[in-house]
């Protein structure tokens, strides 16, 4: 089984609507993060977790909400979805006692908006 | 501020030939630095660290990078490349302080590798 999971793979939908994206790890780590890929942009963090009581915003939070359920779950918003958030949106955790931030990325969830 | 730059975004080498993909970092802190490989529709994967140990550092499917601290560097080659290589490959930067519990990654833009046979 995938040490992180992400749900769900691909999602239409359509300008306006809330969705919400999925992430669980079984990898014991504190740490998470919530990634968007745009083809030559590489990867942008859109808020990351260094604990359940630990939330903080990357580069490019506007328009987006998250939320650290557990250690093992942390789940991403699109209050009102717009087409300029169609892109692949990637997890990934990390562990705070192997000192290097080596980060472990899930298989992503493609998002299109109408 | 920590920041990568990967030059090329696009490479394209033969089957056989060297594979040479180019990182350049900035860092407040000396740097953790990282190669991630993206294959189609699946997400990244760790192919090799630095963490201050050898410069040069040994990754999976025979990739290596070396850290040049005095050019900023930290390429990837592979002497020989493989059908199977053709990815996207990304450098990343952490800024964590040595000793500190805080820091995150910094990505490059990517840089889309093409293995003709």
């Known amino acids: 089984d995938a040490d992180v999971t992400q749900t769900p793979r691909n999602r239409i939908t359509k300008t306006g609507k809330r969705i919400m994206l999925e992430c669980s790890q079984t990898k014991g780590h504190d740490r998470m993060y919530w990634y968007r890929q745009d083809p030559g942009l590489g990867l942008r963090l859109i808020y990351y977790s260094f604990d359940v009581k630990d939330i903080n915003k990357g580069e490019i939070s506007d328009g987006y909400s998250v939320s650290r359920q557990a250690q093992a779950k942390f789940s991403l918003s699109l209050e009102s979805a717009i087409p300029n958030q169609t892109a692949l949106y990637f997890c990934?955790?990390?562990?705070?006692?192997?000192?290097?931030?080596?980060?472990?990325f899930g298989p992503g969830t493609r998002l299109t908006v109408l | 501020a920590q920041s990568v730059t990967q030059l090329g975004s696009h490479v394209s080498v033969s089957e056989g030939a060297l594979v040479l993909l180019r990182c350049n970092y900035s860092?407040?802190?000396?740097?953790?630095l990282f190669w991630y490989v993206q294959y189609p529709n699946q997400g990244l994967q760790l192919l090799l660290k630095?963490?201050?140990?050898?410069?040069l550092v040994k990754g999976i499917n025979g990739f290596e990078a070396e850290f040049k601290k005095s050019e900023t560097s930290f390429h990837l080659t592979k002497p020989s490349a493989h059908m199977s290589d053709a990815a996207e490959y990304f450098c990343?930067?952490?800024?964590?302080?040595?000793?500190?519990?805080?820091?995150?990654?910094?990505f490059g833009r990517g840089t889309q590798l093409t293995v003709w046979p």
């Open positions: 630095y963490t201050s140990a050898a410069t």
């Open positions: 990343a930067v952490s800024d964590r302080p040595r000793g500190s519990t805080l820091g995150r990654l910094y």
């Open positions: 860092s407040s802190v000396p740097p953790y």
């Open positions: 990934a955790t990390s562990d705070t006692g192997t000192a290097t931030d080596t980060q472990y």
